[in-house]
């Protein structure tokens, strides 16, 4: 029998968005869910909406001197985190008057997806 043809609801935003996991880590993942008191689709949908706002692509470099990260492009690899940025002057939150010092954020990375050459999960 032909599977009934899914429509969208007139005027919906959303989108079906699939993957396959091991059946033990969906069941780690639904337990976290179950923790926190909310639904698996709820956990997901924030973690996409996280990982969309953090993902660079390429691999995070880092400078020892200066402990600042930067990205250096590199098919089939992302990191997560911030890269580092110079703030020459910050405005005052009252007066959006500019203020100094000037600040420099070094940037920082959450984790590594590397499947360039070694397939890898990693911090650095």
């Given at each position: 029998?032909?599977?009934?043809?899914?429509t969208k609801a007139a005027g919906s935003t959303k989108t079906r968005l699939e993957a396959r996991v091991d059946e033990e880590l969906a069941s780690r993942f639904r337990s976290i869910a179950e923790t926190a008191g909310i639904s698996v689709n709820q956990l997901l949908q924030g973690l996409i909406v996280w990982a969309t706002d953090n993902a660079i692509q390429g691999s995070p470099t880092y400078s020892n001197e200066t402990r600042e990260v930067g990205a250096e492009p590199r098919q089939g690899c992302v990191f997560f985190g911030k890269e580092a940025a110079f703030f020459d002057e910050e405005e005052h939150p009252e007066t959006g008057e500019p203020?100094?010092?000037?600040?420099?954020y070094p940037g920082h990375v959450h984790f590594v997806l590397d499947f360039s050459y070694q397939n890898a999960l990693r911090d650095k």
């Amino acid at each position: 029998m032909k599977k009934k043809a899914r429509t969208k609801a007139a005027g919906s935003t959303k989108t079906r968005l699939e993957a396959r996991v091991d059946e033990e880590l969906a069941s780690r993942f639904r337990s976290i869910a179950e923790t926190a008191g909310i639904s698996v689709n709820q956990l997901l949908q924030g973690l996409i909406v996280w990982a969309t706002d953090n993902a660079i692509q390429g691999s995070p470099t880092y400078s020892n001197e200066t402990r600042e990260v930067g990205a250096e492009p590199r098919q089939g690899c992302v990191f997560f985190g911030k890269e580092a940025a110079f703030f020459d002057e910050e405005e005052h939150p009252e007066t959006g008057e500019p203020m100094e010092p000037a600040k420099m954020y070094p940037g920082h990375v959450h984790f590594v997806l590397d499947f360039s050459y070694q397939n890898a999960l990693r911090d650095k």
